[in-house]
């Protein structure tokens, strides 16, 4: 991908003037427009260049101008999935780079993933009901050693998940992508494989990008496969697990679940989700840190600086034809 506009605009959720690094505005053939969601634009949509989503607003919003960015090279997201980017695809012009944003939240979507796993486990959400009661809760809780995980979606924030889990001293981490392949920790298996290592694994970790492969992932089928008593941890998409399925599983106590991301989301009020036996829900936090900003900003200004230089993009999952 080369830049050869003089005069193109790059639309950021953040001020152009809080981001170090950024190519100088006019000398670099770029003007940065700020938008993040707002009712109107803050430009003319046909001479943006390249596209930086609104974070955490959803695919309304994140693909309102697609249509009318007519001359569009680049469209990078702030987050790990894509899937609220994709329904407008179809409405891009051929040669647009979709980048995601690997090596911004694998972090502290790994830290909150330890979290979900070590409170659901030991028991921390009744320690809080206790405290708020006054009462002392003693007795003996779950640990995570010699647990068994397997970890569902192998990429970057898999990998980071692992990283993490090394020193819990579990028995064994198994680790599941799209096709099979071999890491520096351990063979990854195969989405075919599932069926059989499910009923090994006290905590299934789900961290895989939501697909049309990946949508009710883990149905009526895959969690009746879970071993009783086994922990399903939902960092990826909310849509990943079946809801209904998930529901008649916890409230019948088989099985307990922590999950940072549902379906529907947000989770309205009454939902029967909120209540549901040993089930541990955070409002999709799993990216929402202090690591967040300072990542995000050395992205962009990384990516711009590749694109006025005419250098390959990073992060580039797909190229639209």
């Known amino acids: ?60 919003i994140a693909v309102r101008p697609l249509a009318a960015m007519t001359s569009l090279r680049a469209v990078q997201t702030l987050s790990a999935g894509i899937d609220h980017v994709t329904p407008g695809i179809d409405l891009l012009p051929p040669g647009v780079a979709l980048c995601n944003a690997k090596g911004v939240h694998e972090a502290s979507t790994a830290e909150l993933t330890l979290a979900l796993i070590l409170a659901s486990l030991r028991g921390i959400p009744g320690f809080v009901r206790g405290q708020d009661a006054e009462e002392w809760r003693a007795g003996f809780y779950p640990a995570l050693a010699d647990k068994s995980v397997l970890i569902v979606g192998y990429g970057s924030i898999g990998a980071a998940i692992e990283d993490r889990l090394a020193p819990f001293e579990c028995a064994r981490v198994a680790r599941v992508a799209r096709s099979a392949r071999t890491t520096e920790r351990g063979p990854v298996q195969a989405l075919a494989d599932l069926p059989a ?7 299934v970790v789900l961290s895989t990008p939501l697909t049309p492969g990946t949508r009710h992932l ?19 998409r909310g849509p990943v697990v ?40 955070s409002p999709h936090v799993g990216g929402s840190t202090s690591a967040f900003m300072p990542r995000a900003k050395r992205l962009i200004a990384g990516q711009l600086r590749r694109f006025v230089a005419g250098e390959e993009l990073v992060n580039v999952l797909l190229t639209t034809d």
């Open 1 to 60: 991908m080369r830049f050869e506009d003089t005069a193109a605009d790059v639309w950021l959720p953040v001020h152009a003037d809080e981001i170090e690094g950024l190519p100088a505005p006019g000398a670099s053939g770029l003007n940065y427009r700020f938008w993040d969601g707002g009712p109107e634009f803050p430009a003319d949509p046909a001479r943006c260049a390249f596209y930086v989503v609104p974070y955490m607003k959803g695919s309304e």
């Open 197 to 203: 290592l499910l009923p090994e694994a006290d905590v």
């Open 218 to 236: 883990a149905d009526a089928g895959f969690l009746a496969r879970m071993k009783d008593g086994a922990l399903l941890v939902n960092v990826a």
């Open 242 to 281: 079946d809801t209904s399925a998930l529901l008649k599983e916890v409230e019948g106590g088989r099985i307990t679940a922590a999950l940072d991301v549902t379906d529907p989301e947000p989770l309205p009020a009454g939902h029967p989700l909120w209540h549901a036996p040993g089930v541990l829900i």
